[in-house]
């Protein structure tokens, strides 16, 4: 089945994937509830009501919601829930219990690795987390911990003194002079280390490339070492290409 929309539904947000000839052509990244703003992307992009629309979730209450107004704009509405539909093979204590976006981002990440090569798939959004894809291609599992902004505010709310810092740019590794600049430097270069102590620790003596996706990307890369592969759109792409490996 070859999708013309497909969607991922993030815990704070949703993206949307305009495809066109074989590829992801358009994304938009939407808020929750933003129905004013879904109709017009609707538009913008001449979708009618025969378009094929293929979802993914990890928000079942923002799911609900948006299944409901799509249910008036769309016939063809698929919603992904079954690992089985990704042709992905796991090496996992639990697989039932792998997140579909993290097995649709390493799947659509074997499409950019060397073949016979390891490599880890870092999803950098309201959760960090570090996947390892080994050399033939099989999800092992990886780390999960909260990314930027969920640190920040965890940091606060559980504080008494403590204020809730956004960090907009790379941090350097330098002591922070103000408060505000040392809880950054904290939260950026946890992330950083956890990174990095995964890809030194998964037992391989080569440096394993790292592809990485999700809104935190473009700030953690400056701090991370070569082989770094951006690719905004990996969970989008292994939607489509688990949506057209579908009859």
Same mark, same amino acid.
């Given at each position: 089945m070859t999708p013309h929309v497909v969607v991922d539904i993030g815990n704070s947000r949703m993206k949307w994937g305009?495809?066109?000839?074989?590829?992801?052509?358009?994304?938009?990244?939407?808020?929750?509830?933003?129905?004013?703003?879904?109709?017009?992307?609707?538009?913008?992009? #001449?979708?009618?009501?025969?378009?094929?629309?293929?979802?993914?979730?990890?928000?079942?209450?923002?799911?609900?919601?948006f299944l409901a107004w799509l249910g008036q704009?769309? %016939?063809?509405?698929?919603?992904?829930?079954?690992?089985?539909?990704?042709?992905?093979?796991?090496d996992v204590e639990t697989?039932?219990?792998?997140?579909? %976006?993290?097995?649709?981002? #390493?799947?659509?990440?074997r499409k950019y690795a060397e073949k016979g090569r390891p490599f880890l798939v870092v999803q950098a959004g309201t959760a960090l987390v570090i996947n390892l894809v080994n050399a033939n291609g099989v999800f092992c599992g990886g780390s999960i911990l909260p990314g930027l902004s969920l640190m920040a505010k965890s940091l606060h709310e559980h504080t008494a003194k403590l204020p809730e810092v956004a960090i907009r740019k790379p941090v350097e590794a330098i002591p922070g002079r103000t408060t505000e600049d040392a809880i950054r430097a904290g939260i950026y270069f946890a992330a950083v280390g956890a990174i990095l102590t995964l890809r030194a620790g998964f037992g391989h003596d080569e440096i394993l490339p790292i592809f990485i996706t999700g809104g935190d990307?473009?700030?953690?890369?400056?701090?991370?070492?070569?082989?770094?592969?951006?690719?905004p759109d990996l969970v989008l792409e292994g939607i489509r290409l688990a949506a057209e490996a579908r009859p």
């Open positions: 305009l495809v066109r000839g074989g590829r992801i052509a358009d994304t938009a990244a939407l808020d929750f509830g933003d129905r004013g703003n879904w109709f017009t992307r609707a538009v913008e992009w #001449c979708l009618g009501t025969h378009t094929t629309w293929v979802i993914v979730s990890v928000n079942p209450t923002a799911t609900d919601e704009h769309a %016939d063809g509405i698929s919603l992904l829930e079954d690992r089985v539909a990704i042709p992905l093979e796991l697989p039932e219990a792998v997140g579909l %976006d993290r097995l649709l981002a #390493c799947h659509a990440a990307a473009a700030l953690l890369i400056p701090a991370l070492p070569e082989p770094v592969t951006h690719l």
